[in-house]
């Protein structure tokens, strides 16, 4: 509940939730670590993570749109500043001032923990600038950026950021249903797991 009203304030759409989820009580890092996107995923592995959810390409973009509030550690972009794909160079397919002002704030001797905001001049507003700094090439993520710069984007995300750019209104609808689908994989049911009193953390 606290995501949702986060994302209220700053902007977003809300939406109800269903009381009454049996949730796990055991984190399982290891799994989480397998099954979920990873900043450094190539666009096909993204997808199939989503699919293998039972979620679609449009929860794929939507749900990337939740990038537009947040920040993230250098060690999770600095792939792109350097060395990108083992090419000596820098990703080509970000932004140069960008890249100029990451370089700066993520020296390759930095440790990777210094922070940069996900959405470039908009960081502090849940809204559909986190597409318009991908047609710029200013997604700070790999993942990010190959939702619309990617060769495999053409055929398959680069049509839905195109449409989030233009349409605000349908970006957030879609974040809804996306929210509210991702909310309902793989339940517990029966007595399995628990019904929590406070979603953050497990019953004591």
Known sequence: MALIYDIWQSGGPSWSVLLGRRDGII??????????PSPFDPLDTIVSKFTNAGLNLS?????????????????????RLFNFSGTGSPDSTLDTTMLTDLQNLCPQTADGNTTAVLDRNSSDLF???????????????????????????????????QSYIDNST????DF?????????????????GEIRKNCRVINS
Do not use: W
């Open 127 to 161: 809204d559909n600038h986190y597409y318009k700094n991908l047609l710029n090439g200013k997604g700070l993520l790999s993942s990010d950026q190959i939702l619309f710069s990617s060769d495999e984007a053409n055929s398959t995300t680069k049509p839905v950021v």
């Open 170 to 173: 349908l970006f957030f609808s």
């Open 27 to 36: 984190s399982n890092g290891s799994l989480a670590n397998v099954v979920l």
């Open 176 to 192: 809804v249903k996306s929210m509210i689908r991702m909310g309902n994989i793989n339940p517990k049911t029966g007595s399995d």
């Open 59 to 79: 929860d794929v973009v939507s749900l990337s749109g939740a990038h537009t509030i947040g920040r993230a550690r250098c060690a999770l972009f600095s792939n």
